[in-house]
């Protein structure tokens, strides 16, 4: 189904792109959120009137996303979880569980589909994730799981946690993990010309 969007959709496109999208997607989400109109003559020049307001609107949103990007970025998101010897959680930490506590300690409404996590959290650790406060506007948050408040406060600190023979600690950052493989790599072409 072709429709033309009325507010800036990730991954999709931007205010008043004419976008081919499956027609399940655009009946039960777009069209009934008012985030598209359907493709037609009328609708097109419909749009065209309103552009300049949905654009006022669409500024208006990210301004008022921006504001709250201080209270996400110092948000203390400690979750407190049952888990196993090994550190495995009885259960998951979810993007509605980050969503709810977004909103208990920072006072910050989100939906579950505004938490950027990829997978729910199975073990004990720290966790990077984002949350999309608007398209434009995304925030770097960590996450903290761990059974008890001291162990929180160790990975907080950086520490070390083991659980029988396996070590949990803070996931190293998209940059440490950049520089780890920048380094691996001579090593391995140093292999691959003693091989030669």
Do not use: W
Not at 74 to 99: E, P
Not at 161 to 179: C, I, Q, R
Request: hydrophobic fraction near 40%.
């Amino acid at each position: 189904m072709k429709v033309i969007l009325t507010e800036k959709i990730t991954k999709l496109g931007n205010i008043g792109d004419t976008v081919e999208v499956k027609t399940g997607f655009a009946r039960n989400y777009l069209l009934p959120n008012n985030k598209a109109m359907r493709f037609t003559k009328e609708n097109v020049a419909l749009f065209e009137a309103k552009k300049a307001e949905l654009q006022a609107r669409q500024d208006a949103a990210r301004k008022t996303a921006e504001s709250f990007v201080d209270a996400v970025k110092n948000a203390k998101l400690h979750m407190i979880r049952q888990a196993g010897d090994t550190g495995q959680l009885y259960g998951s930490v979810s993007t509605r569980d980050i969503a709810r506590m977004l909103k208990e300690v920072a006072n910050v409404s989100v939906e579950s589909a505004q938490v950027m996590l990829g997978a729910p959290i199975k073990t004990i650790g720290a966790f990077d994730t984002q949350i999309a406060l608007h398209p434009d506007v995304i925030v770097p948050v960590k996450v903290y799981v761990a059974q008890t408040q001291d162990e929180i406060d160790a990975l907080v600190a950086g520490k070390v946690l083991t659980f029988g023979t396996k070590k949990v600690e803070e996931e190293p950052s998209s940059e440490e993990k950049a520089e780890e493989q920048v380094e691996e790599k001579p090593a391995e072409e140093a292999k691959a010309e003693v091989a030669e």
